[in-house]
């Protein structure tokens, strides 16, 4: 990874002899990361072996662990004394595992107004969008304030009624707008799915990400601390 720790076998016996000069700090464990563990298998190899000889001289019985969530399903001989699960505890894991897993986590708000357009009548800044028909628009109460990425301004869609509707326009701070024109009976104080399930239909973190140009992680890390966090066990 080249971003911490140590990369030699002199730079391991440096850590050792500050430990010497140290007696009440105790080494208990060695740990790797992974640089492409859903991908290049062959570089992964190279760094196991490599963190395999340097912590060789390391003293017997630290707990050594290798593995996140990625390699933790791939790659079996990296799974060494423990696993760091991270990602996978959300039910998204980076890579194919032939494991069932949930969704732990959702992202909701709430209709705000509704209004309806004229054919021809632009939506947010910029003038983004125009409506090519008469379009009834619902305004919800998120924007990238909140956490919801402005980078998927017109290409993400959210849950209303159990229906995928899209974003249209540009994401505001605190405040996005979608096309209900399809969606029979929308009214304000209705629930919008940003990320989650709403009857037969559900938007994943990762297709969100994809409408966001970037990767799972970030969309569920986004949600700012002025969100409400809901934490539900056994449904409750």
């Given amino acids: 990874m080249s971003r911490i720790g140590v990369r ?14 140290c007696p009440a700090v105790k080494l208990t464990g060695a740990f790797m990361h ?3 563990a859903d991908g290049d298998e062959a570089f992964a190899r190279k760094q196991f072996d490599t963190f395999m000889r340097l912590t060789a001289p390391l003293p017997a019985g630290i ?7 990625d390699a933790s399903i791939r790659f079996p001989w990296a799974r060494l004394d423990m696993v760091r699960e991270g990602i996978s505890l959300y039910g998204c894991p980076g890579v194919q595992s032939g494991i069932t897993l949930r969704y732990a986590m959702s992202f909701e708000t709430r209709v705000e107004f509704i ?18 028909r ?6 919800l109460g998120v924007g990238y304030g909140d956490g919801y990425l402005r980078s998927a301004s017109g290409k993400a869609q959210v849950l209303i009624g159990g229906q995928l509707c899209p974003v249209i326009g540009r994401v505001c701070m605190d405040q996005i707008m979608v096309d209900v024109t399809d969606v029979p009976g929308v009214q304000e104080g209705d629930c919008a799915v940003l990320m989650g399930r709403q009857g037969e239909m559900e ?6 990400a994809a409408w966001a140009g970037t ?10 601390p002025r ?10």
Avoid: C
Wanted: charged share 20%; no cysteine.
């Fill in 8 to 21: 030699s076998e002199e730079e391991v016996q440096q850590v050792l002899d500050a430990l010497n000069e």
């Fill in 34 to 36: 992974f640089a492409a």
């Fill in 63 to 69: 707990v050594r662990h290798a593995a996140a969530s």
């Fill in 115 to 132: 209004k309806t357009l004229p054919a021809g009548e632009t939506v947010g800044y910029g003038r983004t969008w125009t409506a090519p």
């Fill in 134 to 139: 008469e379009t009834r628009v619902a305004t």
């Fill in 203 to 208: 938007i994943t973190p990762d297709q969100l």
């Fill in 215 to 224: 990767i799972s992680y970030e969309v569920m890390l986004s949600p700012h």
């Fill in 227 to 236: 969100v409400p966090v809901l934490y539900y066990e056994e449904g409750k």
